[in-house]
Protein backbone atom coordinates (compact mmCIF):
# COMPACT_ATOMS: atom_id res chain seq x y z
CA UNK A 1 0.00 0.00 0.00
CA UNK A 2 0.92 3.32 0.06
CA UNK A 3 1.50 5.92 2.71
CA UNK A 4 3.14 9.07 4.18
CA UNK A 5 1.64 12.43 6.10
CA UNK A 6 3.04 16.36 8.10
CA UNK A 7 4.72 17.52 11.18
CA UNK A 8 8.53 18.26 11.59
CA UNK A 9 10.87 16.84 14.03
CA UNK A 10 14.50 16.96 14.60
CA UNK A 11 16.13 13.55 15.52
CA UNK A 12 19.11 15.46 16.67
CA UNK A 13 18.90 18.92 17.76
CA UNK A 14 22.75 19.22 17.77
CA UNK A 15 22.79 19.69 13.90
CA UNK A 16 20.70 22.80 14.08
CA UNK A 17 22.51 24.24 11.66
CA UNK A 18 23.19 21.48 9.47
CA UNK A 19 21.40 20.67 6.49
CA UNK A 20 18.02 18.26 7.27
CA UNK A 21 17.08 15.18 5.78
CA UNK A 22 13.36 16.16 4.89
CA UNK A 23 11.42 12.45 5.39
CA UNK A 24 7.89 12.79 4.04
CA UNK A 25 5.09 10.28 5.69
CA UNK A 26 1.20 10.08 5.03
CA UNK A 27 -1.42 10.53 7.20
CA UNK A 28 -2.49 7.08 7.42
CA UNK A 29 0.66 5.64 8.27
CA UNK A 30 0.90 3.71 11.33
CA UNK A 31 2.95 1.26 13.39
CA UNK A 32 5.24 -0.85 13.18
CA UNK A 33 6.81 1.54 10.58
CA UNK A 34 5.41 4.90 11.63
CA UNK A 35 4.69 6.02 15.33
CA UNK A 36 3.49 9.15 16.53
CA UNK A 37 3.18 10.23 19.52
CA UNK A 38 2.51 14.15 20.90
CA UNK A 39 2.44 14.93 17.17
CA UNK A 40 6.50 13.54 16.34
CA UNK A 41 7.66 10.57 15.38
CA UNK A 42 9.19 8.94 17.98
CA UNK A 43 9.15 4.97 17.38
CA UNK A 44 8.69 2.54 14.52
CA UNK A 45 10.87 1.14 11.90
CA UNK A 46 10.94 4.64 10.08
CA UNK A 47 11.98 6.40 13.47
CA UNK A 48 14.58 3.04 13.91
CA UNK A 49 15.53 4.30 9.96
CA UNK A 50 15.62 7.91 10.52
CA UNK A 51 18.19 7.62 13.88
CA UNK A 52 20.88 5.19 12.09
CA UNK A 53 20.91 8.20 8.75
CA UNK A 54 21.60 10.55 11.46
CA UNK A 55 24.59 8.70 13.10
CA UNK A 56 25.53 7.43 9.64
CA UNK A 57 25.94 10.67 7.40
CA UNK A 58 25.66 13.66 10.34
CA UNK A 59 22.55 14.96 9.06
CA UNK A 60 19.23 15.40 10.94
CA UNK A 61 16.31 13.73 9.71
CA UNK A 62 13.05 16.04 10.19
CA UNK A 63 9.85 14.02 9.33
CA UNK A 64 6.79 15.87 8.24
CA UNK A 65 3.42 14.70 7.64
CA UNK A 66 2.09 15.27 4.17
CA UNK A 67 -0.91 15.17 2.53
CA UNK A 68 -0.83 12.37 0.14
CA UNK A 69 -1.33 14.04 -2.76
CA UNK A 70 1.31 16.36 -1.95
CA UNK A 71 3.88 14.31 -1.85
CA UNK A 72 5.18 13.90 -5.35
CA UNK A 73 4.99 17.45 -5.73
CA UNK A 74 6.99 17.84 -2.73
CA UNK A 75 9.57 15.45 -4.01
CA UNK A 76 10.08 16.99 -7.44
CA UNK A 77 10.47 20.22 -5.94
CA UNK A 78 12.94 19.35 -2.35
CA UNK A 79 10.22 20.76 -0.07
CA UNK A 80 10.78 16.05 1.24
CA UNK A 81 13.90 14.01 0.10
CA UNK A 82 12.76 10.47 1.14
CA UNK A 83 9.52 8.83 1.15
CA UNK A 84 9.83 5.21 2.40
CA UNK A 85 6.83 2.11 2.25
CA UNK A 86 6.40 2.88 -1.35
CA UNK A 87 6.65 1.00 -4.44
CA UNK A 88 6.87 2.46 -8.05
CA UNK A 89 3.21 1.50 -9.30
CA UNK A 90 2.07 3.40 -6.39
CA UNK A 91 3.15 6.57 -7.75
CA UNK A 92 1.87 8.62 -11.10
CA UNK A 93 5.71 9.47 -12.05
CA UNK A 94 7.98 6.62 -10.51
CA UNK A 95 10.79 7.49 -13.12
CA UNK A 96 11.28 10.90 -11.64
CA UNK A 97 12.76 9.54 -8.51
CA UNK A 98 15.53 6.80 -7.92
CA UNK A 99 14.11 4.10 -5.87
CA UNK A 100 16.04 2.28 -2.85
CA UNK A 101 16.54 -1.23 -3.07
CA UNK A 102 13.86 -3.70 -1.84
CA UNK A 103 13.17 -3.11 1.69
CA UNK A 104 11.11 -5.41 3.09
CA UNK A 105 7.91 -7.98 2.00
CA UNK A 106 4.74 -6.63 2.82
CA UNK A 107 0.82 -7.70 1.45
CA UNK A 108 -2.51 -6.27 1.34
CA UNK A 109 -4.40 -8.07 3.61
CA UNK A 110 -8.23 -7.81 4.79
CA UNK A 111 -9.78 -7.50 8.07
CA UNK A 112 -13.46 -8.87 8.93
CA UNK A 113 -16.02 -9.42 11.38
CA UNK A 114 -15.73 -12.91 12.75
CA UNK A 115 -19.37 -13.82 12.53
CA UNK A 116 -19.35 -13.08 8.55
CA UNK A 117 -18.97 -15.64 6.46
CA UNK A 118 -14.80 -15.43 4.70
CA UNK A 119 -13.96 -13.35 2.02
CA UNK A 120 -12.03 -15.57 0.06
CA UNK A 121 -11.68 -13.49 -3.09
CA UNK A 122 -12.92 -10.72 -5.32
CA UNK A 123 -16.16 -11.71 -5.88
CA UNK A 124 -17.23 -12.82 -2.15
CA UNK A 125 -15.89 -9.00 -1.89
CA UNK A 126 -18.91 -7.70 -4.38
CA UNK A 127 -21.63 -6.06 -3.03
CA UNK A 128 -19.43 -4.87 0.47
CA UNK A 129 -18.32 -1.58 1.73
CA UNK A 130 -14.84 -1.83 2.01
CA UNK A 131 -12.72 0.35 4.73
CA UNK A 132 -10.09 1.91 2.21
CA UNK A 133 -7.16 4.52 2.98
CA UNK A 134 -7.62 8.18 1.39
CA UNK A 135 -5.48 8.43 -1.67
CA UNK A 136 -4.15 4.63 -1.78
CA UNK A 137 -4.22 2.89 -4.71
CA UNK A 138 -5.00 -1.45 -4.51
CA UNK A 139 -4.17 -4.09 -6.85
CA UNK A 140 -5.55 -3.26 -10.49
CA UNK A 141 -8.58 -5.88 -10.32
CA UNK A 142 -9.71 -4.44 -6.70
CA UNK A 143 -8.75 -1.00 -8.00
CA UNK A 144 -11.43 -2.13 -11.50
CA UNK A 145 -14.02 -3.22 -8.61
CA UNK A 146 -14.24 0.12 -6.61
CA UNK A 147 -14.22 1.68 -9.96
CA UNK A 148 -17.52 0.25 -10.97
CA UNK A 149 -19.09 -0.21 -8.01
CA UNK A 150 -18.95 -3.93 -7.41
CA UNK A 151 -17.20 -2.42 -4.42
CA UNK A 152 -18.02 0.13 -2.48
CA UNK A 153 -15.25 2.48 -1.62
CA UNK A 154 -14.99 4.04 2.08
CA UNK A 155 -12.04 5.89 2.77
CA UNK A 156 -11.50 6.08 6.63
CA UNK A 157 -9.05 8.96 7.91
CA UNK A 158 -7.06 6.29 9.70
CA UNK A 159 -6.92 2.73 10.63
CA UNK A 160 -8.10 2.78 14.40
CA UNK A 161 -11.34 4.55 13.37
CA UNK A 162 -11.28 1.65 10.63
CA UNK A 163 -11.50 -0.93 13.51
CA UNK A 164 -14.23 0.36 15.23
CA UNK A 165 -16.19 1.04 12.79
CA UNK A 166 -15.88 -2.98 11.11
CA UNK A 167 -16.62 -3.99 14.55
CA UNK A 168 -19.93 -2.27 14.76
CA UNK A 169 -20.78 -3.24 11.51
CA UNK A 170 -20.47 0.31 9.51
CA UNK A 171 -17.81 -1.62 7.11
CA UNK A 172 -17.82 -4.85 5.80
CA UNK A 173 -13.92 -5.51 6.15
CA UNK A 174 -10.71 -3.01 5.99
CA UNK A 175 -7.87 -3.20 3.61
CA UNK A 176 -4.14 -2.74 4.31
CA UNK A 177 -0.84 -4.05 4.90
CA UNK A 178 -0.65 -7.09 6.83
CA UNK A 179 1.56 -5.86 9.68
CA UNK A 180 -0.58 -2.39 10.05
CA UNK A 181 -3.76 -4.38 10.84
CA UNK A 182 -1.74 -7.47 12.64
CA UNK A 183 -0.43 -4.08 15.33
CA UNK A 184 -4.03 -2.83 15.50
CA UNK A 185 -5.53 -5.91 16.38
CA UNK A 186 -3.36 -7.10 18.85
CA UNK A 187 -4.03 -3.69 20.66
CA UNK A 188 -7.74 -5.03 20.44
CA UNK A 189 -8.44 -8.03 21.28
CA UNK A 190 -11.78 -7.02 22.36
CA UNK A 191 -13.32 -6.78 18.98
CA UNK A 192 -14.67 -9.71 17.34
CA UNK A 193 -12.41 -9.15 14.10
CA UNK A 194 -10.01 -12.20 12.17
CA UNK A 195 -7.90 -11.91 9.08
CA UNK A 196 -9.31 -13.24 5.32
CA UNK A 197 -7.74 -15.80 4.00
CA UNK A 198 -7.30 -14.13 1.01
CA UNK A 199 -4.20 -12.02 0.33
CA UNK A 200 -5.30 -9.12 -1.67
CA UNK A 201 -1.47 -8.34 -3.21
CA UNK A 202 1.89 -9.03 -2.31
CA UNK A 203 5.08 -6.57 -3.20
CA UNK A 204 7.88 -5.48 -2.20
CA UNK A 205 8.51 -1.95 -0.17
CA UNK A 206 11.27 0.47 -1.30
CA UNK A 207 12.06 4.07 -0.45
CA UNK A 208 11.75 6.99 -3.27
CA UNK A 209 14.77 9.79 -3.26
CA UNK A 210 14.49 12.71 -4.56
CA UNK A 211 16.57 14.69 -7.04
CA UNK A 212 17.29 16.95 -4.00
CA UNK A 213 18.40 14.19 -1.59
CA UNK A 214 21.30 15.77 0.25
CA UNK A 215 23.28 12.40 0.31
CA UNK A 216 24.73 10.78 -3.05
CA UNK A 217 22.04 8.24 -3.87
CA UNK A 218 24.41 5.54 -4.56
CA UNK A 219 25.60 6.17 -0.91
CA UNK A 220 22.00 5.92 0.55
CA UNK A 221 21.57 2.83 -1.17
CA UNK A 222 24.68 0.89 -0.39
CA UNK A 223 23.61 2.01 3.64
CA UNK A 224 19.75 0.44 2.64
CA UNK A 225 21.25 -2.67 0.99
CA UNK A 226 23.74 -3.14 4.05
CA UNK A 227 21.26 -2.71 6.90
CA UNK A 228 19.07 -5.54 4.91
CA UNK A 229 22.03 -7.72 4.16
CA UNK A 230 22.78 -7.34 8.48
CA UNK A 231 18.90 -8.43 8.57
CA UNK A 232 18.89 -4.88 11.06
CA UNK A 233 15.32 -3.57 9.16
CA UNK A 234 13.63 -6.95 9.99
CA UNK A 235 15.15 -6.93 13.24
CA UNK A 236 13.41 -3.05 13.99
CA UNK A 237 10.25 -3.61 12.20
CA UNK A 238 9.99 -6.99 14.30
CA UNK A 239 10.55 -5.05 17.88
CA UNK A 240 8.01 -2.05 16.76
CA UNK A 241 5.59 -5.11 15.83
CA UNK A 242 5.89 -6.85 19.15
CA UNK A 243 5.18 -3.05 20.88
CA UNK A 244 1.68 -3.39 20.50
CA UNK A 245 1.11 -3.95 24.33
CA UNK A 246 3.64 -1.37 25.29
CA UNK A 247 1.97 1.56 23.30
CA UNK A 248 -1.31 3.35 24.12
CA UNK A 249 -4.32 3.06 21.45
CA UNK A 250 -4.91 6.38 19.77
CA UNK A 251 -8.55 7.20 19.96
CA UNK A 252 -9.94 8.90 17.22
CA UNK A 253 -13.06 10.77 17.59
CA UNK A 254 -14.92 8.87 14.70
CA UNK A 255 -14.28 5.91 16.72
CA UNK A 256 -16.51 6.66 19.36
Partial sequence: ??????????????????????????????????????????????????????????????????????????????????????????????????????????????????????????????????????????????????ASGQVSRQDVRDLETSLHMLDKARLDAVIDMRRNLAYKLAQHPEMHLRFSPWVVQRYQVYCAYSRHLPIAAKRMDEFFQELRDRHLIDRWRDEAFRSSADRPVQHSADAQ
Avoid at 79 to 96: A, K
Wanted: aromatic content about 10%.
Fill in 1 to 146: MRTYCALSLGLLSSFANAESLLWGYGPADTMPYVGVEQQQVQYGLAHSLGQEISKRFGLPVEFRETPNNRLEPYLQQGRLHLICNSNPEWVSQPQQYHWSPPLYDEEDALLQRTDQPELTDLNSLYGKVLGTSLGYTYSQPLMNAL
